[in-house]
């Protein structure tokens, strides 16, 4: 016959043993949540990356296009001044005056387009950089899962009932008689 305590310690082992397992089942759970859940951030970023590098070279075209536009408008404001000053009988310094005003004008333009392309630029670090962030954040936001390995504490409970009880099998005191 099987003496009592020894059958208490094979069965708080197989208990101790199977709450490992069950606790090492659901660290796996959660560190396979953890990887789907980084790699669903990281599509995301992708795509929020992607839109917004296609923004940036949509309204760089727009800004760039606008520029050339004013660059045209003036040069046919420049000729149609100069043509009109010349047939006006306007000469030398009249002429030359007129002339770098608009060439300023232009340059002011130039300056603006400049301006604005480098706006543009530094609002599209900003946004990327907060992509970055999020995703970081939503990454970060999922820990792995937690594994639990057989140590001391469990060998304790598990021989728990031997110090209790004593064991005829094995002796009183554990040692033998």
Avoid: H, W
Wanted: aromatic letters at 4%.
């Amino acid at each position: 016959m099987c003496d009592p305590t020894l059958a208490m310690v094979g069965i708080n082992a197989v208990g101790t043993m199977s709450g490992i397992s069950a606790q090492n089942d659901a660290a796996d759970a959660q560190t396979r949540y953890q990887y789907a859940n980084a790699r669903n951030a990281k599509l995301a970023a992708n795509n929020q990356y992607e839109q917004q590098q296609r923004s940036y070279i949509e309204e760089s075209r727009s800004i760039i296009q606008a520029g050339m536009d004013t660059v045209l408008q003036g040069r046919a404001a420049e000729a149609a001044a100069y043509t009109s000053a010349i047939q006006n009988g306007a000469r030398g310094a009249s002429v030359k005056a007129l002339m770098r005003d608009k060439g300023m004008k232009a340059g002011r333009n130039a300056q603006r387009t400049a301006q604005e392309l480098r706006s543009l630029e530094t609002a599209t670090e900003g946004s990327l950089k907060n992509i970055n962030d999020t995703t970081k954040g939503r990454i970060a936001s999922v820990r792995g899962g937690e594994y639990t390995s057989f140590g001391l504490g469990d060998a304790v409970g598990i021989l728990a009932p031997i110090a209790k009880y004593g064991s005829d099998t094995i002796g009183i005191n554990g040692i033998g008689d």
